[in-house]
Structure formats: C-alpha cells, structure tokens
C-alpha cells in the first residue's frame, strides 16, 4: 500500500515549465505502475501520463504528448511529472496515482482502484 502525496504546483505563465512530484512512502512503491491525471473545472478527470513500474515505459495523452514528460526515481519513492510549454488548456488538478496496471492500462484507472493522492492546482495564465 502507497500513499501518493503530490507537490509543485503553482501559478505559470503560458509557455512556461513546471515539475510536479509525487512522493510515495512505502516499502512497495516499486511493484506499482504510476500515473498522473488531471480534472479542469467542470471537465472529467482524465489521464495524462503513466509509467512501468521499472520506468522504462511510458505512455502519454495525445494532448500532453512532446511537451510532459513521466520519469520516476524508485529509490526515492518518487515519481516526476515535467510540463513544458505549458498553455491555459493545461489548467486543472493534477493527481498522482498508483495502480497494480501496465504503463497504458492505467489510462483507464478509476478512482476507486489503487491509490490517489489529494491533487496539486496547476494554472497557466494567458
């Protein structure tokens, strides 16, 4: 059992970089897969990236594809999420998630699988 705490959040202008980070106390940290998504205002929570549980693979939404990037550091129970050329559509809540899925299954995980953190605010300013 993990318990994501998410952090690195803040207030951006558009174009600019920002790097969330989910920090994930426990011994098993290293058996789940991990992934962030997001919920902007009004909209469904939706994936964004996830990763394999050794961080070789990665598996990304379209619209984040070539501008975030999912890394994860095992032995700090870590895992990153760096955001580049951020744009106002990229506002939301962005949660870290932990799942017994693959890279890509995670995609569709729901909120009552695996483990969710509380969520860190993300807002772009045009």
């Known amino acids: 059992q993990v318990q994501p705490v998410e952090s690195g959040g803040g207030l951006v202008q558009a174009g600019g970089s920002l790097r969330l980070s989910c920090a994930a106390p426990?011994?098993?940290?290293?058996?789940?897969?991990m992934a962030w998504f997001r919920q902007a205002p009004g909209k469904e929570r939706e994936f964004v990236a996830g990763?394999?549980?050794?961080?070789?693979?990665?598996y990304y939404a379209d619209s984040v594809k070539g501008r975030f990037a999912i890394s994860r550091d095992n032995a700090k129970n870590t895992v990153y999420l760096q955001m580049n050329s951020l744009k106002p559509e990229d506002t939301a809540i962005y949660y870290c998630?932990?799942?017994?899925?693959?890279?890509?299954?995670?995609?569709?995980?729901?909120?009552?699988?695996?483990?969710w953190g509380q969520g860190t605010q993300v807002t772009v300013s045009s």
């Open positions: 426990g011994r098993t940290f290293w058996i789940y897969t």
């Open positions: 990763i394999s549980r050794s961080g070789t693979d990665t």
């Open positions: 998630a932990a799942g017994p899925k693959t890279y890509i299954s995670v995609a569709s995980m729901t909120s009552t699988e695996g483990y």
